[in-house]
């Protein structure tokens, strides 16, 4: 399982970002917490659809849950249009981790 967490830093020891579409990084970790790789978010500034380019995107790259505080509407629409699950969290991307999956 891969799991993208839309964060404001590229580290593990940032938190969750307000934003999904609009996120400055999305950081990939399989279902460990492992991470696996870190994605400066191209749609980050910009015209709109961010939100349906950063769902294409996260696909693309075979994610199956992406984590976001909060997540648009167009964002949520094109997530379930690829099956790919979704959860709005925040706090550190530590916390949201050890909730999400308890062995870490």
Do not use: H
């Not at 991470?35 to 294409?56: D, S, W």
């Amino acid at each position: 399982m891969k799991i993208a967490l839309a964060t404001n830093k590229s580290s593990l020891a940032s938190s969750i970002s307000s934003q999904a579409g609009r996120a400055p990084y999305f950081l990939i970790v399989n279902d460990q917490g492992q991470l696996l790789e870190e994605v400066k978010n191209p749609f980050a500034v910009g015209g709109g659809g961010a939100g349906n380019a950063a769902a294409k995107m996260l696909a693309d790259k075979g994610v199956n849950l992406v984590i976001a505080e909060k997540l648009g509407p167009n964002m949520v629409a094109a997530l379930e249009e690829r099956g790919v699950k979704y959860s709005e969290m925040q706090g550190l991307i530590e916390d949201v981790l050890k909730e999400i999956l308890p062995s870490v």
